[in-house]
């Protein structure tokens, strides 16, 4: 069946640097965009960027642009999520995702910028 683990989220101080990971499996990771989404505290969920199944085509949500950077190795199954520059509001559970609404997630990670 399909799994998605994430992993890497924690405690950062604004300004700080965390780089998430996703290790896939149960499906043929490189025939799919895959997607970061987050949830914060109280709040729906929120996509948060994407990428193509060669990793060429990436889109990012506005309030992440030139601060999170996303990638992905098909040879691993693994998703990435860089994130530079965090700020109190990137406070939440991020999760990898299938699709881009978040459907088809994993359990996430918690992030927590605080000071």
């Known amino acids: 069946q399909v799994q998605l683990v994430e992993s890497g989220g924690g405690l950062v101080q604004p300004g700080g640097s965390l780089r998430l990971s996703c290790v896939a499996s149960?499906?043929?990771?490189?025939?799919?965009?895959m997607y970061w989404v987050r949830q914060a505290p109280g709040k729906g969920l929120e996509w948060v960027s994407g990428i193509n199944y060669g990793g060429d085509s990436i889109v990012y949500a506005d309030f992440v642009k030139g601060r999170f950077n996303i990638s992905r190795d098909n040879a691993k199954n693994t998703l990435y999520l860089q994130m530079n520059t965090l700020k109190f509001e990137d406070t939440g559970r991020y999760y990898c995702?299938?699709?881009?609404?978040?459907?088809?997630r994993g359990q996430g990670t918690q992030v927590t910028v605080s000071s």
């Open positions: 149960g499906f043929t990771f490189s025939n799919y965009w």
């Open positions: 995702a299938r699709d881009r609404r978040g459907d088809q």
